[in-house]
T-cell receptor, first 116, second 112 residues
């Protein structure tokens, strides 16, 4: 079974530029998460989708971050414009639909963003 | 609110030494507790979990017991190997929700 795929793996941009990250979850997984992991910290949830609907985006800085999952499969996370403090690893994870809070989340390899 | 406090690293041990990484949590209700591990160059993966008080999660020689009275979920291994070198994250999900709250991570290096 293929794992969670993310691209690109690395991205370097200058502040005020825009950037987009892509995630393809495990086949059949209805729930998709985006986490931000700043160096030296644990991952922090940005947004959670169930199919193509948003379940939780309370921690997403909506003035600059946006995310979509139009067909309930792939997802894109965008930052526009980027700030220095957005430098982090962006992780995508997925779970099956009926999995409760005790279930396993499956993580992709992440995209490392550096904002100069 | 929900939070996880982890023992700060880095931790360096000799092969076959005993490992403990402390983790305490703050949460309402009855959270599920997890240890995730990130090996060099790889993504986060579940190491073990426990879903209710006094449960013990175990995997690959690692163990952790859900202690509600001390709000702790300490990770232990009796004899570490070089291949255990990784960053270990303690995490929880709150009752009724699936998103994970992570600690800051503890980097373990095991030397031969």
């Amino acid at each position: 079974e293929a794992g969670v795929a993310q691209s690109p793996r690395y991205k370097i941009i200058e502040k005020r530029q825009s950037v987009a990250f892509w995630c393809n979850p495990i086949s059949g997984h209805a729930t998709l998460y985006w986490y931000q992991q700043i160096l030296g910290q644990g991952p922090k949830l940005l947004i959670q989708f169930q199919n193509n609907g948003v379940v939780d985006d309370s921690q997403l800085p909506k003035d600059r971050f946006s995310a979509e999952r139009l067909k309930g499969v792939d997802s894109t996370l965008k930052i526009q414009p980027a700030k220095l403090e957005d430098s982090a690893v962006y992780l995508c994870a997925s779970t099956p639909l009926r999995q409760g809070p005790s279930g396993t989340q499956y993580f992709g390899p992440g995209t490392r963003l550096t904002v100069l | 609110g929900n939070s996880v406090t982890q023992m700060e690293g880095p931790v360096t041990l000799s092969e076959e030494a005993f490992l403990t990484i402390n983790c305490t949590y703050t949460a309402t209700g009855y959270p599920s507790l997890f240890w995730y591990v990130q090996y060099p160059g790889e993504g986060l993966q579940l190491l073990l979990k426990a879903t209710k008080a006094d449960d013990k999660g175990s995997n690959k020689g690692f163990e952790a017991t859900y202690r509600k009275e001390t709000t702790s979920f300490h990770l232990e291994k009796g004899s570490v190997q070089v291949s255990d070198s990784a960053v270990y994250f303690c995490a929880l999900t709150k009752t009724g929700a699936n998103n994970l709250f992570f600690g800051t991570g503890t980097r373990l290096t095991v030397i031969p």
